[in-house]
T-cell receptor, first 115, second 116 residues
Framework: DVKVTQSSRYLVKRTGEKVFLECVQDMDHENMFWYRQDPGLGLRLIYF???????EKGDIPEGYSVSREKKERFSLILESASTNQTSMYLCASSDSTSGTNEKLFFGSGTQLSVL | AQKVTQAQTEISVVEKEDVTLDCVYE???????LFWYKQPPSGELVFLIR??????QNEISGRYSWNFQKSTSSFNFTITASQVVDSAVYFCALSEAWGNAGKSTFGDGTTLTVKP
């Protein structure tokens, strides 16, 4: 069964901490994405990557960075967590070998609370 | 700019009722893709359907059906004979034709509650 795995389901951090959210996919997908989901705001794209060591900013990259050292792993980094980064974070991946707009596979999400 | 509107924030029905989730979109592109995803309480969004703007045929999959009307920029989703397991947040999304689904514009979601 294909999977996108996010390392933590719930995470509580303090303001100013450096936070790492990990995402691993086992489908050999080229494309990986990080979103945040907030009530009434849908999903907003933070960063994405189409290849190893490649990254591009999404719609709301401020306060975040990413790392993709291996094809299967895409990490989201909060350099100095703030309370307004309390949110549900979703990772997704997709295949690009079959063409454009292939469906997304999502992880179960990480609910991050910054106190 | 692209926009997806899911005007229904929350819907509550009783089991076995039919329910339609509305999705209205805005785009200047002539070619584009539309998606629906389901997010159950477990949190993981699950892909339901992808539709190319050239294909206006309605789609039926079991109890699920989708009505795509380009003239009204709508891509509505109907669940027939709803079940408690259909309770979830449903997202409609729009993507440019030569883009990537991961860069889709998502609606705010509709929370569907099906009561026994």
């Amino acid at each position: 069964d294909v999977k996108v795995t996010q390392s933590s389901r719930y995470l509580v951090k303090r303001t100013g901490e450096k936070v790492f959210l990990e995402c691993v996919q086992d489908m050999d997908h080229e494309n990986m994405f990080w979103y945040r989901q907030d009530p009434g705001l849908g999903l907003r794209l933070i960063y994405f990557s189409y290849d190893v060591k490649m990254k591009e900013k999404g719609d709301i990259p401020e306060g975040y960075s990413v790392s993709r050292e291996k094809k299967e792993r895409f990490s989201l980094i909060l350099e100095s967590a703030s309370t307004n980064q309390t949110s549900m974070y979703l990772c997704a991946s997709s295949d690009s070998t079959s063409g454009t707009n292939e469906k997304l596979f999502f992880g179960s999400g990480t609910q991050l609370s910054v106190l | 700019a692209q926009k997806v509107t899911q005007a229904q924030t929350e819907i509550s029905v009783v089991e076995k009722e039919d329910v339609t989730l509305d999705c209205v979109y805005e785009t200047r592109d002539t070619t584009y893709y539309l998606f629906w995803y389901k997010q159950p309480p477990s949190g993981e969004l699950v892909f339901l359907i992808r539709r190319n703007s050239f294909d206006e045929q309605n789609e039926i999959s079991g109890r699920y059906s989708w009505n795509f009307q380009k003239s009204t920029s709508s891509f509505n989703f109907t669940i027939t004979a709803s079940q408690v397991v259909d309770s979830a947040v449903y997202f409609c999304a729009l993507s440019e034709a030569w883009g990537n689904a991961g860069k889709s514009t998502f609606g705010d979601g509709t929370t569907l509650t099906v009561k026994p």
